[in-house]
């Protein structure tokens, strides 16, 4: 039994530099083989029970947006020839960046088959807007990035736009978030951002871009190995066949090799759920505990209103600090002592508070 369906990978350098750097890159890409690669599948039992990867597009940005004026720009339409040549070569679909309708527009003359938005076009409704006319109707899979700013509606306004525009295959991917405070990775995670956007659009695929969050080599597997476990549809990676020596983004590329060693380590969740029924007894008491919570919510919000219409009676203040110590010290005193609850407790009291202030309002 194959438990998983393929995933979607995108591969290819940060940037087309050069006829013999792309074709190099895609030449030791196809090596690879990457679509008769597997990976274990959770505890996989037999040999049978593997993931698949289904290599599909191959990358390179040919208009490049840089922070700094001063650094590589990207090649432009110089580039249109030698993906060409790849397309015909080695039978790779080309999937570039595009950022304005012009872009767009050269895309179409020379029939590129797939485009991706970037985060910095993403946070744009006009210029998405523009993109989304210009490519109306086409044959083109449009893949969208997340905005660089966590948020998810701008996120999926944009995707929406080429749905609207007739679009057929459209999906997304996430490449973190620009945040204050992140130290760890290039752009931060947020994971629960995607998995909102998949549980908003289940049928849009939806990708990792693994390089763009990781912002090295050392911290893919980790970032791959996530997104896997939380349903991604696939993955998209930087990769370059000498990323020391590459023009834009050289610390976060990829060794082909180094690639297909992440494809191959990467265990896939498997989708049995466990023979002895423990999942789903466990399931059914988070169930009851879930209706007694919801129910008791609710009736906590309805004695809210009735404690707003005694205050506006008595002319009192809708924020009692006293009053609200107390309800913290309950909730303190039967708190659980790890960290992860401890943070979990300070959200929910805050959005309790604001939710009651709200509703007093
Ligand atoms: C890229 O994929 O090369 C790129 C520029 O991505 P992003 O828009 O995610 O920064
Ligand atoms: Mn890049």
Redesign the pocket.
């Known amino acids: 039994m194959i438990l998983n369906t393929p995933k979607i990978i995108i591969a290819g350098p ?2 087309a530099e050069s006829r013999e750097q792309l074709f190099e890159t895609a030449k030791e890409i196809f090596d690879l083989h990457i679509n008769s690669q597997c990976s274990p599948c959770g505890d996989a039992l037999s040999k049978k029970e593997v993931g698949f990867w289904d290599f599909c597009f191959f990358r390179a ?1 040919i208009w ?2 840089r922070t700094n004026p001063n650094d590589f720009q990207g090649v432009g339409e110089d580039a249109f020839p030698w993906l060409k040549e790849i397309k015909e070569k080695f039978g790779f679909t080309i999937c570039v ?1 595009v950022a304005s309708a012009e872009h767009a527009r050269c895309c179409l003359e020379n029939h590129i088959d797939a485009v ?1 938005i ?3 076009t993403t946070v744009n409704p006009f210029l998405v807007q523009e993109i989304a006319d210009t490519l109306q109707h086409s044959s083109l899979t449009v893949f969208v ?1 997340n905005p660089i700013n966590p948020d998810l509606t701008l996120w999926i306004g944009a995707i929406q736009r080429f749905l609207n525009a007739g679009i057929k295959q459209v999906m997304a991917v996430h ?1 973190g978030f620009s945040i204050e405070n992140e130290n760890v990775y290039r752009n931060a995670p947020c994971w629960e951002i995607p998995v909102a956007l998949k549980m908003k659009l289940p049928n849009i695929p939806l990708l990792c ?1 693994i390089s ?1 969050i990781a912002g090295n080599v050392s911290l893919q597997q980790i970032v791959a190995q996530t997104a896997i476990n939380y349903g991604f549809d696939g993955l998209m990676a ?1 990769v370059h066949h000498e990323p020391q020596k590459a023009l834009s ?1 050289s610390k976060q590329q990829l060794l082909p090799a180094q690639f297909s060693h992440l494809l191959k380590t990467i265990r896939f969740p498997s989708t049995n759920n466990p023979a002895d029924n423990s999942l789903f007894i466990q399931r059914n008491l988070i169930k009851n505990i879930d209706i007694q919570i919801s129910s008791l919510l609710c009736k906590r919000m309805e004695i809210v209103d009735e404690i707003a219409v005694i205050k506006a009676k008595h002319t009192l203040p809708a924020v009692q600090p006293d009053q609200w110590k107390k309800v913290v010290a309950i909730y303190e005193e039967n708190a659980l002592q790890d960290d992860h609850y401890k943070q979990f407790l300070e959200e929910f009291l805050l959005l309790l508070h604001k939710s009651s202030l709200k509703r007093q309002e």
């Open positions: 940060c940037a940005g490049k947006a960046e991706w970037g985060a910095r990035k490449r871009d763009h930087e983004d």
